[in-house]
């Protein structure tokens, strides 16, 4: 098959689906590989560097939605993003489209791009189960997004991370509280844990208390009734209102003793639970620091201000987007990786996609086909019956 690799189009987007040190297992399969020209270059990796492997640069974005059986894209088009709306129009029925989509974020981009006949597979979607972890994006970017946040907040803080002993006197490390401890959320803890500052974390999941400790950051317990806190996918469940508020409560004791506050909790498909009142910001230390690492679902603090740094009640709260983008080399080898072994997954020994397939990885990431959205969670969240995937070759 040949394989399409383009130049995001979404703004600010810096990462690239493919790096060059991916380029030879591709070929050695017997597929081949287009390249938009510039398509690595703000992630670090210019032409020369793809073209010195083997692979072919093309100009003309249009030519590569006409030859590629296959596109590798960070963000596809129409979703939930401002990407080109025009590469709807280039795309084929019988393409395969392979990136993140935005599944639960819009309807009408859902709908807009399974209109257009393409076979997409979600990143979002990939099942949480052992076999699939060499494919899993959402862990790959949220590490670097947990790590990312760390920096920033030391960045804005104006004390710093660890204790340092002086001829000037000694200073006393800064305390960091970390709320959800996923993937982001752990990675937080370690990287603020590594500079020095002392780490708590809360999550609504006792069983990660261990992988907490095992950071180096210490598990703050509150007395709720948590009953089941993991859905089948191993994210945290959403819990209700009144858990939220109950939760809410017990948080305040805690978040006015520390210097920096990162929120990362997330529930897939849904706004991301406040967490963080105004009350309880007004409880911080000035010249604290607040990092919502869930800006992009809304946030987790009640002042949170997406794509924006605000200073409420003498605290300085960031609502990063795209954090993994602003760290474009590391992240792209990882979003690559994982993308290439999607596809290595889904088109099998026989360099193919079969669309019958009952495989349950396969089955997992497919969003949309034969111009309609097929994927069960997808259909729940805009409102459509259950649909059987259609066995059609792409």
Do not use: W
Not at 27 to 46: F, N, Q, R
Not at 122 to 130: D, Q, W
Request: proline residues 5%; glycine residues 10%; contains cysteine.
């Amino acid at each position: 098959m040949i394989v399409g690799i383009l130049k995001e189009s979404a703004s600010g987007e810096r990462r690239v689906a493919l790096v060059p040190s991916l380029v030879p297992s591709l070929l050695k399969a017997g597929h081949d590989i287009l390249l938009e020209t510039g398509a690595g270059l703000s992630a670090g990796y210019p032409d020369r560097d793809y073209a010195d492997r083997g692979i072919r640069i093309v100009t003309e974005r249009s030519l590569i939605f006409k030859e590629a059986d296959v596109l590798f894209m960070v963000r596809g088009p129409a979703a939930g993003v401002d990407t080109d709306a025009a590469d709807l129009e280039k795309m084929r029925p019988d393409q395969v489209l392979i990136g993140f989509l935005s599944p639960f974020d819009d309807e009408r981009s859902a709908q807009a791009l399974a209109r257009s006949g393409v076979t997409a597979f979600a990143l979002e979607l990939v099942p949480r189960i052992t076999r699939a972890q060499s494919m899993d994006a959402l862990s790959s970017m949220a590490n670097l997004a947990g790590y990312k946040s760390v920096l920033l907040a030391a960045d804005s803080l104006p004390k710093i991370f660890p204790m340092m002993i002086t001829a000037a006197g000694s200073m006393s490390p800064a305390r960091v509280f970390v709320v959800g401890a996923g993937v982001a959320g752990l990675q937080a803890c370690a990287t603020a844990r590594r500079l020095g500052a002392v780490v708590s974390a809360y999550d609504v999941r006792p069983v990660v208390k261990e992988q907490v400790e095992s950071v180096g950051a210490r598990f703050v317990e509150f007395d709720l009734d948590i009953g089941g806190s993991e859905d089948a996918g191993g994210y945290a469940r959403d819990k209700g209102e009144d858990f939220y508020r109950r939760q809410q409560e017990e948080m305040s004791r805690v978040v006015g003793r520390n210097d920096v506050v990162i929120t990362t909790a997330a529930v897939p498909g849904k706004k991301a639970p406040i967490l963080i009142t105004e009350k309880m910001v007004q409880g911080m230390m000035p010249g604290s620091v607040l990092v919502d690492v869930a800006a992009e679902r809304g946030g987790n603090c009640e002042l949170t201000v997406p794509g924006e740094t605000v200073v409420k009640h003498g605290v300085t709260i960031l609502g990063p987007l795209n954090l993994p983008s602003t760290l474009p080399y590391h992240a792209s080898q990882m979003l690559g990786k994982n993308i290439s072994s999607l596809f290595f997954h889904l088109a099998g020994s026989e360099g193919r996609i079969e669309m019958a397939s009952d495989d349950e990885i396969f089955k997992g990431t497919l969003f949309c086909t034969g111009g309609e959205v097929v994927h069960p969670m997808v259909r729940r969240f805009i409102g459509l019956e259950i649909a059987a995937v259609r066995t059609s070759e792409p």
